[in-house]
């Protein structure tokens, strides 16, 4: 008779999410995004269409109030951005209190840096609203967001 091979023994976890890969539950779109595509740029607004088409696939597409904020500016009237953003598939969250902490120190370490500062403390928020909430961001600003929250899932250019 031989000996069965011994196998060694296994932790079952069912709820260890660290185990599973993460897959962002939405994503946070960024300004830039939709100013390509309202502003039908020449240069981005394929790209900036075909990511919030992919990304609408993995889940909901999100915006805060900073990133209506943002967008604002191109249009004269309220009616006339609610118009505009009509025809995208996005939902309206609020800015989450665990967000401002994280935005104002990664703000800090930004001041902080050598060279010229022209990022405006709202990038820093969105970058914030993404990561707390373990949502994605789409943008075309790759190495802000990637500087400062390293551990961001990006949706950027190369």
């Known amino acids: 008779?031989?000996?069965?091979?011994?196998?060694?023994p296994t932790v079952h976890e069912p709820s260890a999410r660290y185990l599973l890969p993460a897959i962002p539950a939405a994503t946070l779109v960024d300004s830039c995004v939709l100013i390509d595509v309202l502003a039908d740029d020449p240069r981005w607004a394929d790209w900036s269409l075909?990511?919030?088409?992919?990304?609408?696939?993995?889940?909901?597409?999100?915006?805060?109030?900073?990133?209506?904020?943002?967008?604002?500016?191109?249009?004269?009237?309220?009616?006339d951005l609610e118009a505009a953003l009509a025809?995208?598939?996005?939902?309206?969250?609020?800015?989450?209190?665990?967000?401002?902490?994280?935005?104002?120190?990664?703000?800090?370490?930004?001041?902080?840096?050598?060279?010229?500062?022209?990022?405006?403390?709202?990038?820093?928020?969105?970058?914030?609203?993404?990561?707390?909430?373990?949502?994605?961001?789409l943008t075309r600003d790759r190495a802000r967001y990637g500087s400062y929250f390293a551990r961001l899932m990006l949706v950027a250019p190369e």
Request: charged content about 15%; overall charge positive.
């Open 50 to 79: 075909e990511q919030l088409e992919r990304c609408a696939q993995q889940g909901p597409l999100v915006i805060n109030p900073i990133i209506l904020a943002e967008v604002s500016p191109r249009f004269e009237r309220a009616a």
């Open 87 to 137: 025809g995208l598939p996005l939902l309206r969250e609020p800015l989450p209190w665990d967000a401002a902490f994280l935005a104002g120190q990664a703000f800090k370490v930004y001041r902080q840096l050598p060279g010229r500062k022209t990022s405006p403390m709202p990038d820093f928020y969105i970058g914030a609203h993404a990561l707390v909430n373990g949502w994605q961001l």
């Open 1 to 8: 008779m031989s000996a069965l091979p011994v196998q060694p």
